[in-house]
């Protein structure tokens, strides 16, 4: 007991200092990075939203007061509002604080790691989740990935646990993580069908399927606990816009731009367009709010997939040829410029992504080889590839799948670093046996 209750102190230590690198580095790089660089993308709805809440306005259109507004999921918004608030009109504060929840990412995914695989795969995922550019790129941004992986993270720990040990509670922890990822990014509800409903139909509890009873109410627990965290926010969406509102208002503004003629053929196949979204929004009713403006946009781009169904099949592997990030890279590095991130920072995210997945598929049939639960992060990838081939390719929707990515990669490091060190103590036994000099 003691020596289990030193190595964990060991763990938690390492982990720590391993955090605090991450941060110092994530606020050098917003430092120096950052200082003079204005807000693009989406960055400008979520900085302008914390203040707006930060100013008392729940939710209003930042520049038109008193209209509601719901462009994204509420997550990210809020947890940018203690920066406002400290320092109002500060970008840099916002950003700041981003990379210090970045660091708390980096703890998580460690802890996940040691959830899944055991604490050296912990701490070699929590060194990975800091160095990976993938990750640190998005932590000198005030958008939704930081926000988005923190959430992700924890819904797999407590995923790991419930699958470790099918209790009550533990349905009632995943289901509320998992409810709190989808305030960060409203697709993340596919974590409810490919990720709660099947840990709860294989539950177990000390090496023993559940009865189906107990399995379909741990199901059920799960399932309302995760609606419950997200009530607050679906109910207060639905009583203030004209249309009906459940997670945010984009769905049309996205629609719209990822199936219009830009990203059917050319150049720009299985991407989105701004162009297809300005012109969409320049012909919706002036006065109408975001709910009836998402209505119309998404009525137009069902309109034109209706109107091309036998392009689909092409445009659906393009947007996966790119999201996966094997196709075009240099247009999503561009894209990405757009966004805010620098163009050799990009490319090492996309190098280091393509240096991670031979190990990651490796880590993933040593983990299965050693019969440990691997279909949560498997069904992170699933939810990567789904949302790609739905909307448009992006690497931001690779999200999720970056992250099992790190994590399997880090069993395979782990296993590496084992055969090193057992090598080791093998030659330096065997240079001890023949250097030993004879006893009579």
């Not at 008392?56 to 920066?83: I, N, S, V, Y």
């Not at 926000?147 to 646990?161: D, E, G, K, P, V």
């Not at 162009?275 to 309109?303: E, F, H, K, M």
């Not at 996966?324 to 410029?337: A, C, K, T």
């Amino acid at each position: 007991m003691t020596s289990e209750r030193s190595k964990n102190r060991r763990f938690l230590f390492l982990l720590l200092a391993i955090c605090a690198g991450s941060a110092v580095f994530r606020m050098g790089y917003v430092a120096v990075a950052k200082a003079n660089q204005p807000l693009l993308g989406d960055q400008i709805y979520y900085s302008a939203q914390a203040q707006t809440i930060a100013d008392g306005r729940w939710f209003d259109e930042p520049l038109q007061p008193g209209k509601p507004a719901a462009d994204h999921p509420p997550l990210t918004a809020l947890m940018m509002t203690p920066a406002a608030l400290v320092a109002p009109g500060s970008i840099m504060a916002q950003r700041y604080l981003m990379a210090l929840y970045g660091a708390g990412v980096v703890a998580l995914i460690g802890l996940l790691g040691r959830q899944v695989a055991g604490r050296r795969v912990g701490i070699f995922a929590a060194v990975l989740a800091a160095a990976y550019p993938g990750f640190w790129v998005n932590d000198a941004l005030i958008m939704s990935e930081t926000i988005t992986a923190a959430t992700l993270a924890l819904a797999m720990i407590m995923s790991y646990r419930f699958a470790d040990r099918a209790t009550w509670r533990r349905a009632l922890w995943m289901g509320a993580a998992t409810g709190l990822a989808v305030l960060a990014r409203a697709e993340l509800v596919l974590l409810l069908p490919f990720v709660i409903v099947p840990l709860a139909w294989w539950a177990r509890s000390s090496g023993v399927r559940q009865s189906p009873r107990n399995r379909v109410g741990l199901g059920a627990v799960a399932l309302a606990a995760a609606l419950i965290v997200q009530m607050p926010w679906v109910t207060y969406n639905l009583t203030r816009f004209d249309d009906p509102v459940v997670f945010s208002t984009n769905d049309g503004l996205t629609w719209i731009g990822a199936n219009c003629e830009n990203t059917y053929s050319g150049g720009g196949i299985g991407f989105w367009s701004l162009q297809c979204g300005l012109d969409g929004l320049a012909s919706a009713p002036i006065d109408a709010d975001q709910s009836v403006r998402s209505s119309y946009l998404r009525a137009i781009g069902t309109s034109y997939v209706r109107s091309h169904l036998d392009r689909v099949p092409a445009v659906v592997v393009a947007r996966l040829a790119r999201g996966i990030g094997f196709w075009n890279p240099d247009q999503m590095v561009y894209l990405n410029r757009g966004e805010g991130r620098e163009g050799k920072v990009s490319w090492a995210a996309i190098y280091a992504y393509w240096a991670l997945i031979p190990f990651a598929l490796a880590g993933a049939i040593l983990l299965r080889r050693r019969r440990t639960l691997i279909w949560p992060l498997v069904a992170l990838v699933a939810i990567s590839v789904a949302v790609i081939a739905a909307f448009y390719g992006i690497a931001r929707f690779r999200l999720p799948a970056e992250l099992a990515v790190v994590i399997f990669a880090s069993v395979t490091f782990s296993r590496l670093f084992s055969a090193v060190v057992s090598r080791g103590a093998f030659k330096n036994v065997a240079k001890s046996s023949s250097t030993r000099e004879p006893t009579s």
